[in-house]
Nanobody, 121 residues
Framework: VQLQASGGGLVQAGGSLRLSCAAS????????VGWFRQAPGKEREFVAA????????DYADSVSARFTISRDTNGNSVHLQMNSLKPEDTAVYYC???????????????WGHGTLVTVSS
């Protein structure tokens, strides 16, 4: 499955953005999906995940009250709604798919190119 993330941009602190991840080749059906981010000079970190089956979700503590992960019913897209953005949310955001619902990036087999989110203060 090929993944393409989009929706990044420049936003002021307190604003919102909605990232999308589109699948091609296959749909997201049967895959757990995760969002990760990498800020300048830092390691990539977990943001949110959606389980392969059912509707379980998981969030990093730093975003749990502000971000929402969702997937379209047709299985072709996954979204990350980001509200109340902070400058520390500035990063390149990546979507990933894999067989395991995990905060560990190494559990995901497929990765999209990232989309840059910049939050100004």
């Amino acid at each position: 499955v090929q993944l393409q993330a989009s929706g990044g941009g420049l936003v002021q602190a307190g604003g919102s953005l909605r990232l999308s991840c589109a699948a091609s080749g296959r749909t997201f059906a049967g895959y757990a999906v995760g969002w990760f981010r990498q800020a300048p000079g830092k390691e990539r970190e977990f943001v949110a995940a959606f389980a392969r089956t059912g509707s379980r979700t998981d969030y990093a503590d730093s975003v749990s009250a502000r971000f929402t992960i969702s997937r379209d019913t047709n299985g072709n897209s996954v979204h990350l709604q980001m509200n109340s953005l902070k400058p520390e949310d500035t990063a390149v955001y990546y979507c990933a798919a894999g067989n395991y619902y995990s905060r560990n990036e190494y559990r995901y087999n497929y990765w999209g190119h990232g989309t840059l989110v910049t939050v100004s203060s």
